[in-house]
Nanobody
Framework: QVQLVESGGGLVQPGGSLRLSCAAS????????MGWYRQAPGEQRTLVAK???????NYAGSVKGRFTISRDNTKNTVYLQMNILVPEDTALYYC?????????WGKGTLVTVSS
């Protein structure tokens, strides 16, 4: 069984930064993709960024140049460095792991950007 535990959310002022972390445990295969999705109230869950085991990344257009995804394969951990945050980034952020053909999700961590 795979478990994902997120951390790092919180309240930040516009223009500020936050770093999210997500640690995966359980039966993790070496070939996988880890990523972050977000869901604002009343909206659908959408991709923020993802990274595969070779380091190939993919970002949503709205976060390119502001957010950076990275991972530590030795710790099965993915990070999301978020800079120049704006109120529109406010959402529940979910960690995702695509592992051996199956999707796994964390419980989410709340990011609120407000003055």
């Amino acid at each position: 069984q795979v478990q994902l535990v997120e951390s790092g959310g919180g309240l930040v002022q516009p223009g500020g930064s936050l770093r999210l972390s997500c640690a995966a445990s359980g039966s993790i295969f070496s070939i996988n993709t880890m990523g972050w999705y977000r869901q604002a109230p009343g909206e659908q869950r959408t991709l923020v960024a993802k990274i595969d085991n070779n380091g190939y990344t993919n970002y949503a257009g709205s976060v390119k140049g502001r957010f950076t995804i990275s991972r530590d394969n030795t710790k099965n951990t993915v990070y999301l460095q978020m800079n120049i945050l704006v109120p529109e980034d406010t959402a529940l952020y979910y960690c995702n792991l695509w592992n051996s053909g199956e999707d796994y999700w964390g419980k989410g961590t709340l990011v609120t950007v407000s003055s």
